[in-house]
């Protein structure tokens, strides 16, 4: 699952997530750190909270697989 906001510029930051924290992206929110800001290591600058209204299936990229 990826997470994401748009940053001012209009650019998508990503961050991939297991399927298995859904619940708290929804609740509690994904943490992202903006870049040059002095923020320690995995510290967060900002958390987006997910909304399920923005849901998107998006479809594997040729040559990708599901199996591990």
């Known amino acids: 699952m990826l997470a994401q906001f748009v940053d001012i510029h209009g650019m998508a930051k990503p961050k991939s997530l297991q399927l298995a924290h859904l ?3 929804l609740t509690d929110g ?4 903006a870049w040059g800001v002095g923020i320690k290591p995995h510290g967060t600058d900002f958390l987006a909270v997910g909304d399920l209204r923005t849901v998107s299936v998006v479809p594997l990229q040729a ?3 599901t199996a591990g």
């Open 23 to 25: 619940s708290s992206v």
């Open 30 to 33: 994904a943490g992202f750190a």
């Open 63 to 65: 040559g990708c697989s």
